[in-house]
């Protein structure tokens, strides 16, 4: 394992360069292709790519040889003057993975946002390429920033790139969405400056390993903590502040759902688990990180049933997030640590940021397959989905990969991280969260059985396909998802703390136990809350259904319920109260670890 | 009562009505007018913390207002990319709201979604 905060970090480490170039190569790739104008935007893009992608092996390269955390001071000025950019293990596996997506996003976007010879120059393709790679750039700067204004400055960097995809198109509602997102984020980042600013007040240092070492809890810190906490879960979209994600998510081009989905969440994310876990891991205490994975419960619970209940497929895995970003936050109570009353670094957090990469991997998939099918049948309503996996197999082969990776299948990444955590449940001694988190599959599951029955069900007539969809386009879908099936089979254990438990017994019969359950469960949960339409009639699910009649009009009704809550939940006012709310309820949960 | 202190009640005063603002203004304009009351009063803060970080002889400690100048350059362009967006929203719709949003609801009795 790769530590992750030095003592001895106020010298610049060889390879440190490689840092520089990781933030510089994205950004000079957005210059010129400013510059270059409209034609040539796309294949600087495209040239970048391959670049960034080769950067980011080479850190993770370099710091698999060296065991140690990348380090470069800019300008050669040490903390707490200057600024350093520091790479631990975390930052090189995210920064490898997003290189990953970026580019299947860049071979998968091809066809959508090309300006080919002789066709007028149009304002989508130029914004989108540039936006990529200013999402990409901003990215790799969260990651290696090492202090927590230069953090600031790469969210709000992510965010101001991010939100222009949402409305590509220049349609009514996305730009609604897109304008409600801005908005939504813009108070979010104001809560966390207005944390780190106590903080400077009260250490006079931003630095993150500087910080660690000075903090403690007194008042300033504990609001800070708090107003910074719930500022990025604002950013995040965790329940229930998550009024801007469904529209913004469900309404951008596929190539940039995909994106925002598998990666720009995950950039506030990552700033929480900084913030937790390196700059006050001794400060949040037990109840607070109750607090968090308890809105992380919730969204699970919360986001899937609404899921289940969507019409339309993009929507489906829009609310899919939000269960899955719901997920995540489960690994904050696992890693603490009783004895030291301090979040350990341990399984728990590698399990976190395992289904985080697996989550961003086989999320990017899940967009893309349902792009391609919606280019391909010109709607993605999944009552309409019949003979789909006939039309474009390999694109509901891609939906089913990254679903199937999702639900836990070994050797999956999300199999890895469950392992994990479950077995940090175990030791810790919290076996609700072991609870929730099979609940986790088991929803997801639910899902993936709904959409699949749909697309895998014969058509009332011959589908015919609107566009041809190249075979790129569908490898890319198809290559992300079968990354995340098998990411847990990487050699983690030389940047994530913990190791690996080793796998027993035939992987094929594992495979089947791990994924039989949950799949069952899903397929009920698929029937009882799902939107069938008439084709229940023919299905053999038909007969279940029918048998399941009353209990499947309680699941409406609550399904319903859920619903409106979720309706009220997305006004302004509700969101915005629930923001207060929470940041008192952090700030109260942290003062008794005092 | 010193400067200090002043500036801080005005600081304090800026913030909470911008969050209020934010919250409540249901028109994205005044949101972002809200928006930016709120920054104001969070560098009032910054400038606040520069001055209490000044009692070892200096005039003032020169690191907030470096992070206050990028700080005001990040608002300006948020505030820059959210007028833009609200331009192209009241040019496609001709009114500038965020309330007419239909929630993608698509609940059994939402036909119109």
Redesign the interface.
Known sequence: MIPHSDPVLEAATTGGSLLVLALVVPLVGVLLAFAAGGRQVERIALATMPLGLAIAVAIAVVMGQTRAPLVYLLGAWAPPLGVALRADGLSAVMMAITALVICAIGVFAHADFRTPAGSLEARAPFAFWILLLAIWGALNTVFLAGDL?TL??AL?LVT?AA??LV?LD????T??????Y??FA??GS?LY??G???L??AY?TLDIVLLSRRVHPDAATLVAAALMTVGLLAKTAVFPLHLWL??AH?GAPAAGSAVLSALVVKASFFIVVRLWFDVMPGLPGFTAAQLLAGLGGAAIAFGSIVAL????LK?LIAYSTLAQIGYLFLMFPLAFNAGSAQLESGGALTGGLLQTISHATAKAAMFMAAGLIYAGLGHDRITGLGGVARALPLSVLAFAAGGVALVGVPPSGAYLAKELLLQAAGETEQWWWAAVIQAGGIFTAGYLVLVLAHALAPADEPVTLQVRVPWTREAAALALALCSLVLGLAPWEAYLPASRAAPSGPLVLKAFAAAFWPIVGGAVLAVLLGRWGKRLACAPAGFLVATAGPLRRAA?VV??II??A??TL?Q??AA??S??VLAILFGAAMLPAR | MSAVTIFGLCAAAAVGLGLYGLITNPQPLRKILAFNLLGSGVFLVFGVVARRGAASGFGGDPVPQALVITGIVVAFSATALAVALLLRLFQATGSATLRAEAPPRTGSDATAA
Request: glycine share 12%.
């Open positions: 204004f600031y400055v709000e101001f939100v222009p409305c220049g349609r009514a509602e730009l609604q969405a897109a304008l409600r801005l908005l813009l108070l104001v400056l207005v780190t600013v106590l400077y007040g006079g469904p529209p469900a209940r969507q019409e339309r929507l409406d399904g319903r619903e409106r979720d309706g997305r302004w006012p915005g109260l923001l207060l």
